[in-house]
């Protein structure tokens, strides 16, 4: 009943080479999100979108770019991975103003990373 | 100084013990949220509030805006209550992003 699912879930890469992680999402909400998670940090924002073609940058988002050409994908690039950039990838969304469950924010099951 | 910190940052319990877990924050908020990280990695939202207390099954999540303070207790413990508790706060100047500000988490463990 996932409304929204990532892809890959797991991904182990060499330095230097192009990733995309991809987030779809069935529940045709506004916003959506990627942040990374890493061992003593919060999650953390790389960039966010807020409609279709409309993004902006989070506050760790070198290195990242994003793309939203329908409604329902997301998706997040790495052009050229590094190390630091090994993580758990979470992707998540949350509905327009107004709309019931506004304010929640729905995850994604996370996508793992490993550049080698 | 991180803006939204939690207390303990581990904390292991017995089956059945009450259990307070702990939030403060240095920014303005206009809401805070609890989240639940399974060890499979799932995250789920708890909990949103942005006063007084609200209450689902044996949880209950507490905030005192005055105060910058947050609480997540949980009664009558169980084992698989056993995750990951993340709070964030969501900035007031959010605008779109929504800007939320997350802690490092609170890892609890429940023993049988």
């Known amino acids: 009943d996932a409304g929204i699912t990532q892809s890959p879930r797991h991904k182990v890469t060499e330095t230097g080479t192009p990733v995309t992680l991809r987030c779809h999402q069935t529940?045709?909400?506004?916003?959506m999100y990627w942040y990374r998670q890493d061992p003593g940090h919060g999650l953390r924002l790389i960039h966010y979108?807020?409609?279709?073609?409309?993004?902006d940058k989070g506050e760790v988002s070198d290195g990242y770019s994003v793309s939203r050409s329908k409604t329902e994908d997301f998706l997040l690039t790495l052009e050229s991975a590094t190390s630091s950039q090994t993580s758990v990838y979470f992707c998540a969304i949350r509905p327009l103003a107004g709309a019931s469950g506004a304010n929640v924010l729905t995850f994604g099951a996370g996508s793992r990373l490993t550049v080698l | 100084k991180n803006e939204v910190e939690q207390s303990p940052q581990n904390l292991t319990a017995q089956e059945g013990e009450f259990i307070t877990i702990n939030c403060s924050y240095s920014?303005?908020?206009?809401?805070l949220h609890w989240l639940q990280q399974h060890p499979g990695g799932g995250i789920v939202s708890l909990f949103m509030l942005s006063s007084g207390k609200k209450k689902h099954g044996r949880l209950i999540a507490t905030i005192n805006i005055q105060e910058k303070h947050s609480s997540l207790h949980i009664t009558a413990s169980h084992p698989r209550d056993s995750a990951v508790y993340i709070c964030a706060g969501r900035a007031l100047d959010g605008g779109s992003q929504g800007n939320l500000i997350f802690g490092k988490g609170t890892k609890l463990s429940v023993k049988p």
């Open positions: 979108s807020y409609g279709v073609k409309d993004t």
């Open positions: 529940e045709n909400h506004r916003y």
């Open positions: 920014v303005g908020i206009s809401a």
